[in-house]
């Protein structure tokens, strides 16, 4: 289930990706495969450093945190640009 969720969501963001720069989508696709792995490397770090200094049971409230924040910063870029 998760695995096909991540390809559905990941092809999405491909297309969109594709759709805002099809001018130059090799350069396009190229930073998009970066920041994604940049993504899962920082998930992985933050992860260990949440384990580490406070344990495994707050791993949860730290994954709550950063789901927040993407979505606030999210929603204020929208509103940022949709004005």
Not at 1 to 26: C, N, Q, R
Not at 28 to 55: D, K, P, W
């Amino acid at each position: 289930v998760w695995g096909t969720a991540i390809v559905i969501v990941s092809l999405g963001m491909v297309s969109k990706v594709l759709d805002f720069a099809s001018d130059a989508a090799d350069l396009a696709n190229s930073i998009y495969s970066g920041l994604y792995n940049v993504g899962i490397g920082g998930g992985a770090l933050l992860g260990h450093l949440v384990t580490q200094y406070a344990g495994i049971s707050r791993i949860g409230i730290a994954g709550m945190l950063v789901s927040a924040a993407g979505l606030w910063l999210c929603l204020n870029l929208n509103r940022h640009i949709r004005t």
